[in-house]
T-cell receptor
Framework: GENVEQHPSTLSVQEGDSAVIKCTYSDSASNYFPWYKQELGKRPQLIID?????GEKKDQRIAVTLNKTAKHFSLHITETQPEDSAVYFCAASNALRRGYQKVTFGTGTKLQVIP | EAGVAQSPRYKIIEKRQSVAFWCNPI?????LYWYQQILGQGPKLLIQ????????DSQLPKDRFSAERLKGVDSTLKIQPAKLEDSAVYLCASSSIRDRAYEQYFGPGTRLTVT
């Protein structure tokens, strides 16, 4: 089955600096890579996603890059703000032909933005 | 649209007791997922339904966990008997096979404490 590794497990940055979280996956059939933000005691919420036919996607201060050959993808947050502090999870999905997908999550990165 | 609903939000039981969780997905979402999230870890898929059929239960401890989605809408997850290591947040999520077919919407979760 799919195995997703995520690094680092914790990350502290000064407000205004950039943060980068990296994930690797094992199944070359994975074709959808979402990133979730989970604040303490709350549900995971999708912040950005990328499909395998795209190498990079950006949404304001957040960007994701995908290297299919190397089987890794990264989340980039620029101009970090204290409200970016949360746990971030990457995931890899294999959307099967029957219209459903199997999603495997990484172990999470706890991001702390220091004011 | 209304989000994914779960109940109860919190549950405390003693080991060897039984417990049931309920989930109502977003209307029209054919795919329903149950995840177990142990503190400090990423969500782990327990079981996945497509309408009322099971498409993946490979990580469900079937000797004690069971789940059903009889009418293809809401779902229940049961643990009987519970063990200390079952203490976790149980997240329900749903997704649609239309439009943004890959995006999962999570419910608020049920925090289970087994003493």
């Amino acid at each position: 089955g799919e195995n997703v590794e995520q690094h680092p497990s914790t990350l502290s940055v000064q407000e205004g600096d950039s943060a980068v979280i990296k994930c690797t996956y094992s199944d070359s059939a994975s074709n959808y890579f979402p990133w979730y933000k989970q604040e303490l005691g709350k549900r995971p919420q999708l912040i950005i996603d990328i499909r395998s036919n795209v190498g990079e996607k950006k949404d304001q201060r957040i960007a994701v890059t995908l290297n299919k050959t190397a089987k890794h993808f990264s989340l980039h947050i620029t101009e970090t703000q204290p409200e970016d502090s949360a746990v971030y999870f990457c995931a890899a999905s294999n959307a099967l032909r029957r219209g459903y997908q199997k999603v495997t999550f990484g172990t999470g990165t706890k991001l702390q933005v220091i004011p | 649209e209304a989000g994914v609903a779960q109940s109860p939000r919190y549950k405390i039981i003693e080991k060897r007791q039984s417990v049931a969780f309920w989930c109502n997905p977003i209307s029209g979402h054919a795919t329903l997922y149950w995840y177990q999230q142990i503190l400090g870890q990423g969500p782990k898929l327990l079981i996945q339904f497509q309408n009322n059929g099971v498409v993946d239960d490979s990580q469900l401890p079937k000797d004690r966990f069971s789940a059903e989605r009889l009418k293809g809408v809401d779902s229940t997850l049961k643990i009987q008997p519970a063990k200390l290591e079952d203490s976790a947040v149980y997240l329900c999520a749903s997704s649609s096979i239309r439009d943004r077919a890959y995006e999962q919407y999570f419910g608020p979760g049920t925090r289970l404490t087994v003493t």
